[in-house]
């Protein structure tokens, strides 16, 4: 298979929550939007995202088990904005022996985003590493 893009959907009765969280915090374009079906990008050329209302019998995602990473180029300005904004943060920013700083913030419907810079990792993590 050869894949061009990938992305998430996730299905949801709070659409407008969704729509506005992403606007407001993480200024996202709309690319589609009729209401029950919710489509964002991130940056001009970057990841999308989706949100839709539940069709007829389709199972609504619960808000459990979901992180989505954020890689930016300054972790910590983005706390710093996140927190002002009045964002409730999940998980402390921190460094991470792994490789990363980052810190946790939810959206509306429950899924965890994980917002994070690249560090150095220790030597016990960097043994890991593939590329």
Not at 36 to 53: H, I, K, V
Not at 89 to 110: K, Q, T
Request: proline share 6%; charged share 25%; hydrophobic share 35%.
């Amino acid at each position: 298979m050869k894949t061009s893009e990938l992305s998430a959907c996730f299905c949801t009765p709070d659409v407008q929550a969704c729509r506005d969280f992403y606007r407001k915090h993480f200024a996202v374009t709309i690319i589609f939007d009729c209401g029950w079906y919710l489509n964002l990008r991130f940056g001009e050329s970057g990841p999308t995202l989706q949100f839709m209302e539940p069709q007829g019998e389709m199972p609504v995602f619960g808000g459990v088990g979901v992180t989505l990473n954020f890689k930016v180029e300054d972790v910590d300005a983005e706390y710093q904005r996140l927190v002002t904004e009045g964002l409730g943060i999940l998980m402390p920013l921190e460094d991470h022996p792994w490789g990363d700083r980052g810190f946790s913030v939810a959206d509306p419907i429950g899924n965890s985003l994980y917002i994070y810079s690249d560090r150095e990792p220790t030597e016990e993590y960097r043994q890991y590493y593939r590329e």
